[in-house]
């Protein structure tokens, strides 16, 4: 990999993104979907996950523009510059075809400013609002929102600050957009915590899309959206409690949690499972038990001290707290499918009106799905995210999902991988000519850019 150089432009564009972060902002204003869909259903930061060589796996060994990387150029064009919360953001600044460390395509910057949770008349917008009521009507005026908060953030931010090892398996080329070695694409609302603690909020809500490579089916979607909650103690609100501060607070996030869980779906049945995430001790999984299933509804846990005390607030304790919101808002308005949030079809963005949590949502196309199968022999850098985004750069969200159907090593020690790929469209119904143009151009760049031998 070549030597790491930040350009000028780029320390411009974080500085800027770090005023904004600093900027006061206004006050405000499933059962068949039991996995998956956002994080923290995506096990990024438990201990579950085995750990994988950092940022070794990305790039395979083939000069420029080999990689995913190569797969901008085929995707559609995209906006010259977004902005989000007041900071410009021009495709130059995120997506850098010269640089090796950057692994940004086109088709995530064209969903950077996009922002479906400010949409009051989206599934999203209306689940955010309806969080919001829950904690206005609770804690009356108490926790300071965000909900524009630029997602380009620093390594320091998204990582460090929130105690993530170096050696985190999040923190890799495959598992994270990275615009260049010290900045990348929120994969978490929990990069703003130790922002936010510094500038003196001690109880807030950020709302925000957050980004991560990952695989293709009806729940996983590189972009989605998180929101996080946060409330520090000071030792004058647990002295006479007869707990310790940690106790304190883990009941009072409990508390705040179930309340907000029966807010949304009702009285359910809800259980805690203990979990890990770095940056919080003791932390926990909350499930509710709907439509004949167990569903992870957030991640959370009494934050580690180490964090308060790096930012302002030693002898405090605090609760944190992260959600995925189309996990959540698939589950309460029955939407089938994750790429649907995105879509601009009428007969999907019609269905939903502001303030109405639950509508059920009436699926309006059975088009059938198309499958075709590739195989091709695995080299050491292959990963299945580098795949996903290929076919993504060619299909897009016309790519209904990409599986593994076989695996097998020969006696050389080669190593051959069969895919299904699932296309459908949900707005039409696509030719047999159409579908048969995508998988030749899926199998021509996969065979490019990923330099994998087809069979
Ligand atoms: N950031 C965690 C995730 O994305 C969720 C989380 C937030 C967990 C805050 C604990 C506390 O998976």
């Known amino acids: 990999m070549r030597p790491l150089i930040r350009t000028a432009r780029c320390c411009l564009l974080r500085a800027r993104v770090r005023a904004m ?27 579950s ?24 150029t085929s995707a559609a064009a995209a906006a010259a510059a977004v902005e989000v919360g ?4 021009a495709r130059d600044d995120v997506v850098k075809e010269d640089d090796p460390t950057n692994n940004v395509p086109d088709t995530i910057f064209s969903k950077i400013g996009l922002q479906l949770h400010r949409r009051d008349t989206h ?7 309806t969080i919001y009521d829950y904690f206005d009507k609770n804690f009356a005026g108490q926790f ?26 999040s923190r890799s080329y495959n598992d994270t957009y990275y615009v260049d070695s010290q900045t990348v694409l929120r994969c978490h609302t929990s990069a703003h915590q130790a922002e936010l603690l510094r500038d003196g909020h001690t109880h807030f809500l950020v709302t925000g899309d957050v980004y991560r490579r990952d695989s293709i089916d009806s729940t996983h979607y590189p ?50 499972v203990d979990t890990y995430f770095p940056f919080t001790n003791p932390s926990f999984e909350l499930e509710i038990y709907f439509q004949d299933d167990w569903l992870e509804v957030l991640g959370c846990g009494v934050t580690e001290q180490e964090i308060l005390k790096r930012n302002g607030r030693t002898d405090h304790v605090a609760w944190a707290f992260g959600l995925g919101l189309e996990r959540l808002a698939m589950v309460l308005f029955d ?25 059920k949502f009436k699926p309006f196309s059975k088009f059938p799905p198309c ?52 296309y459908r469209s949900m707005e039409r119904s696509l030719t047999d000519e159409e579908i048969n143009n995508l998988q030749l151009n899926v199998r021509e760049a996969v065979k490019n850019k990923l330099n994998v031998e087809l069979r």
């Open 21 to 47: 972060a600093t900027l006061p902002m206004a006050p405000l204003a499933a059962a068949a979907i039991s996995s998956a869909a956002s994080s923290p259903t995506r096990p990024v930061f438990s201990s």
């Open 49 to 72: 996950r085995p750990s994988r060589l950092l940022l070794a796996r990305f790039f395979p060994a083939a000069p420029a523009p080999a990689g995913p990387r190569g797969l901008r």
């Open 86 to 89: 007041g900071v410009k953001i």
């Open 123 to 129: 599934p999203l917008g209306i689940l955010k609002n």
């Open 144 to 169: 300071d929102k965000f909900d524009d908060l630029c997602p380009l953030v620093s390594v320091k931010q998204n990582f460090d600050d929130v105690l993530v090892p170096a050696d985190h398996v």
């Open 223 to 272: 972009v989605f959206h998180q929101m996080e909650g946060f409330r520090v103690f000071s030792p004058d609100d647990w002295s006479g409690s007869g707990m310790d501060g940690t106790a304190y607070a883990a009941a009072d996030l409990k508390k705040t949690l179930e309340g907000l869980a029966r807010h949304l779906f009702g009285a359910v049945e809800m259980r805690w």
């Open 335 to 359: 939407i089938p499918d994750i790429r649907l949030f995105w879509s601009n079809d009428k007969r999907f963005t019609s269905q939903f009106s502001e303030g109405k949590l639950g509508v």
């Open 371 to 422: 499958y075709k199968d590739m195989s091709f022999w695995i080299n050491d850098a292959f990963t299945e995210n580098n795949l996903c985004e290929v076919v993504r750069g060619i299909a897009g969200d016309l790519a209904e999902e990409v599986k593994l159907i076989d695996n097998f090593t020969n006696k050389k020690g080669m190593t051959s991988h069969c895919y299904r790929i699932a």
